[in-house]
């Protein structure tokens, strides 16, 4: 398959690959495919959903580096002095930074407060609610999409800046992508909206209506953005001979952690990455829809691809590996 079936392909498709809008490949830090679908182009943003939670890993990394956290051992309760604990709760003062990258904070109850939290004037404070419980720290994996709201609380706090103005400041302008700018409306139908919507966006970022950003989701990106994001993470945290972040902090972020159960694919999690095969040199930050930030350490090569609300998609590791590389491959 060339570059040419490739797109045909995609076009054509009536199954897990018809949401595909954008693939860019960066392959020895050269552009080796970049193409798009379903009138999107190269420069066109989209939300990426959990990819949003590989970037707040990249960020904690950076806070790090500066000083401003003093390491993930850090309390998360160091950050909110001024926050009142519900009583009785003393788990809570247990939680680390830690645990909030590694998925193993603990929470109350069974599920998400989606409603209580997306309709509040602050989602951190309101999701610092559920954190803790009588269980204690059991080192259980937890996926919790608004519990990394916490981590933009914690680098909004430690930093004094936004979290947005922090990542453009040390993330996207220094990688020459563009500015993210605050999304605004929080309203129920706008939440909705953000989500299901099947048509380019703003260079932008959903926050609460205090203008910090939803650390789990709402960060919009292109495919090209994402390749970029992950060839500096391929070369170790440096762009064009410039440090990004530290080697020392990737190799622990890209580390596992903690094995992930059949739900998960029974994949590898470090922090807020995956590693989704044993035997690979494979990283990837993953999220709805296919949108994924997928880099190869022996290939040298880094993916960025996204893809419209669409529910179940978990092959584009698969896809990528059997029909993009090996189309990139035959080119370079």
């Given amino acids: 398959m060339n570059k040419e079936q490739l797109h045909r ?7 897990n690959e018809s949401n595909i ?26 939300n990426v959903n959990s990819v949003t939670k590989g970037i707040m890993g990249l960020l904690a990394g950076i806070a790090l580096d500066k000083g401003y956290i003093k390491n993930l051992d850090q309390k998360v309760m160091d950050f909110f002095p001024d926050y009142t604990v519900k009583r009785g709760e003393k788990t809570i003062y247990d939680v680390t930074i830690r645990h909030l990258l590694t998925m193993t904070a603990p929470y ?76 605004g409306d929080s309203s129920k139908e706008d939440q909705f909206d953000f989500f299901m919507n099947k048509n380019p966006r703003k260079y932008e970022w959903y926050t609460d209506p205090q203008g910090c950003v939803t650390a789990g989701w709402g960060l919009c990106m292109s495919a090209k953005d994402m390749a970029v994001i992950g060839a500096m993470v391929l070369d170790g945290g440096l762009y064009n001979g410039k440090r990004i972040i530290s080697e020392e902090y990737l190799n622990d972020m890209l580390t596992p952690q903690i094995k992930l159960g059949e739900r ?24 709805d829809s296919g949108n994924i930030i997928y880099i190869n350490k022996e290939k040298k090569v880094s993916v960025g691809m996204t893809g419209t609300f669409r529910v179940r998609i978990f092959d584009r590791e698969e896809f990528i590996e059997n029909k993009v590389l090996p189309v990139v491959e035959c080119t370079v």
């Fill in 21 to 46: 809008c954008q693939i860019y490949v960066i392959k020895d830090n050269e552009v080796a495919l970049d193409d798009c679908w379903r009138g999107f182009k190269t420069e066109d943003a989209m």
């Fill in 108 to 183: 109350k109850g069974k599920s998400e407060p989606w409603k209580k939290v997306c309709t509040s004037q602050d989602f951190t404070l309101a999701i610092l609610d559920s954190l803790g419980g009588r269980d204690g720290i059991t080192g259980e994996f937890r996926y919790a999409t608004l519990g990394i709201q916490i981590l933009a609380g914690i680098i909004e706090r430690a930093t004094g800046a936004k979290c947005i103005d922090f990542a453009n400041e040390n993330l996207f302008r220094p990688l020459g992508l563009p500015e993210r700018i605050p999304h």
């Fill in 264 to 287: 998960f694919g029974f994949m590898n999690y470090g922090y807020l990455w995956y590693k989704p095969n044993d035997d690979k040199d494979v990283y990837a930050a993953i999220g």
């Fill in 9 to 15: 392909y995609i076009s054509e498709s009536t199954g």
